[in-house]
Each structure stands twice: as C-alpha cells, then as structure tokens.
T-cell receptor, first 118, second 112 residues
Framework: DAGVIQSPRHEVTEMGQEVTLRCKPI?????LFWYRQTMMRGLELLIY????????DSGMPEDRFSAKMPNASFSTLKIQPSEPRDSAVYFC????????????????FGQGTRLTVV | RKEVEQDPGPFNVPEGATVAFNCTYS??????FFWYRQDCRKEPKLLMS???SGNEDGRFTAQLNRASQYISLLIRDSKLSDSATYLC?????????????FGRGTSLIVHP
C-alpha cells in the first residue's frame, strides 16, 4: 500500500482565494482525520470521518472551512475564502477502528500540505 | 487544561546520553497510547505503542501509569539520528470512537 496520499504538497495562494486539499486514505481504513499543525498550537484535530460520515467537526475553526468524504478512498478539505492566518501544514491521517469500545490502531499520516496564504 | 501535555523542551544532550520524556493526559477513559516521532518538515510517524506493562524496543522504553495518567519515553545511548520532535498520543474516547489526540511534542537535539 502506498500509504496516505495528500495533494498538493505545497500551496501558495492569495488571500480570498478558495483552497482545496485532497486526501486518499489507506485502503480498508474506516477512520479519516484532518489535522492542522502550527508552531503556536501544535497538531489540532479539525474533523474526522467514520465510514465516510463526518462525526465531529467541532475543531473546524470557522464556516470558511468545510470537509467532505464522498467515498471511502477520497476526502477534501476546502477553505473559502482563505486568510493569511490559515497558513499551516494540513495533515490527513487514517486508521482502522474497532467496533463499539474497542481501541483503534495507530493513525497513519500523509506527507501533509504546506499552505501559505499571502 | 490541554488534554495531553508534554514538556516542549528542547532537550539538548550529547551522544550516548540517556534522556526521558514525560506526558500526562486528562481523560481517564483513554484506551490506547503511542509515541510518534516527527522530523523537521515531515509527517508524524509511529515510534512505538505504549502498553500497560511497559515495553521496550531496542534503545527505547515506554511506560504507562494509568493511576497517575502518565506516560514516559526513555531513550538510552542517544544517537545523532534521534534528533527530532517526539509526540505523545492518546486515543481519547469520544462517543463510540477513540480519537488520536496529540501533545505539543518534545524537541530533542543530540549533539556530537
């Protein structure tokens, strides 16, 4: 398996533009997570999906952020309109969850998208 | 209070030294625990899982104290290549799921 694949690796955009980040999780994994990493706040969970269904988006900073998972092999994180304070590294991760209260496996990360909004 | 707390460091140690990192978590219902390593401008990668009985992988030893809600990582005989940020990860219970929640990371610099 190629692991979690994210695109693009780098994105530089102007304030006000729409940005779309893409993620392909590991085949068979039923959990997908979007994280944002900054020097100030570390790794923050934005949203996660279970079996393609968004479960908790309480970490999404504002309505400008939205995420979708139309099928088990693809997810997007969209920022519209983008602002300079959105500049960060955005990671997608996937894991295999158990059923009920069983523990998850570890999360596997993509290489991240480094976003710069100028 | 953050759910997972770590000393950010940096820890600056000479080659061959032994160094220990600590981590505390706030949710007693947490189930799974991990240490990840993150190199500069790279993604976090699993270093090792942490089991209740403690576990060792070569020069690395992880310990879990559920009563104190405390996790540790010990690195013996440090190598230059151990320089990285070490992230404590706790799978926190959320409904029927367990969500990987990360500490801020502890920076380690190993010098000659």
């Amino acid at each position: 398996d190629a692991g979690v694949i994210q695109s693009p690796r780098h994105e530089v955009t102007e304030m006000g533009q729409e940005v779309t980040l893409r993620c392909k999780p590991i085949s068979g994994h039923d959990y997908l997570f979007w994280y944002r990493q900054t020097m100030m706040r570390g790794l923050e969970l934005l949203i996660y999906f279970n079996n393609n269904v968004p479960i908790d988006d309480s970490g999404m900073p504002e309505d400008r952020f939205s995420a979708k998972m139309p099928n088990a092999s693809f997810s997007t994180l969209k920022i519209q309109p983008s602002e300079p304070r959105d500049s960060a590294v955005y990671f997608c991760a996937s894991s295999l969850g158990g059923h009920g209260y069983e523990k998850h496996t570890e999360a596997f990360f993509g290489q991240g998208t480094r976003l710069t909004v100028v | 209070r953050k759910e997972v707390e770590q000393d950010p460091g940096p820890f600056n140690v000479p080659e061959g030294a032994t160094v220990a990192f600590n981590c505390t978590y706030s949710n007693s219902a947490s189930q799974s625990f991990f240490w990840y390593r993150q190199d500069c401008r790279k993604e976090p990668k699993l270093l090792m899982s942490v089991y209740s009985s403690g576990n060792e992988d070569g020069r690395f030893t992880a310990q879990l104290n559920r009563a104190s809600q405390y996790i540790s990582l010990l690195i013996r005989d440090s190598k230059l290549s151990d320089s990285a940020t070490y992230l404590c990860v706790v799978n926190l219970r959320s409904g029927g799921s367990y969500i990987p929640t990360f500490g801020r990371g502890t920076s380690l610099i190993v010098h000659p």
